[in-house]
């Protein structure tokens, strides 16, 4: 039951986002190729600053708190590496790891940058 649970709610998002990106029609209101856009540029900054994660333990750098990165093989450090790239990047922060040494600058910059997108989407929006 909880795996047909989960594959419904999922179903409902999709079909959620698909009926407001399709019944949109007002002009000035909403752009499906910006907020696609969007979403594809948000998804290249969280996979560019895992890469940046990712290599900077590989040459020996500890850039988590728990230092998930100097161990497991590559898929899994860099699942934590995108993983961690996304709670910065989107500055939701849980508190489950944080960035140590150089790191913390690197996540400094993609917080921002995180911080500052949606601003510059609906700048982009509105003019």
């Known amino acids: 039951m909880g795996y047909i ?6 179903l409902i ?8 990106m ?8 909403f752009s499906k190729e910006l907020f ?6 948000y998804f290249i900054l969280m996979v560019g600053f895992a890469l940046i ?3 900077m333990s590989e040459i020996g750098f500890t ?3 728990d230092m998930s990165l100097q161990h497991g093989n590559s898929v899994d450090r860099f699942l934590r590496s995108f993983y961690f790239s996304g709670v910065t990047l989107m ?17 400094l910059a993609e917080a921002a940058v995180g911080y500052l997108m949606p601003a510059a989407f609906l700048y982009k929006l509105i003019k």
């Open 5 to 10: 649970g989960i594959l419904f709610v999922i």
């Open 13 to 20: 998002v999709l079909m959620s986002i698909y009926f407001f």
């Open 22 to 29: 399709s019944h949109t029609k007002m002009r000035n209101s």
């Open 36 to 41: 696609i856009t969007f979403l594809i540029i």
């Open 53 to 55: 994660y990712f290599l």
């Open 63 to 65: 850039v988590l708190s």
């Open 91 to 107: 500055t939701v922060g849980y508190g489950d790891i944080y960035p140590i040494g150089v790191a913390r600058f690197v996540s």
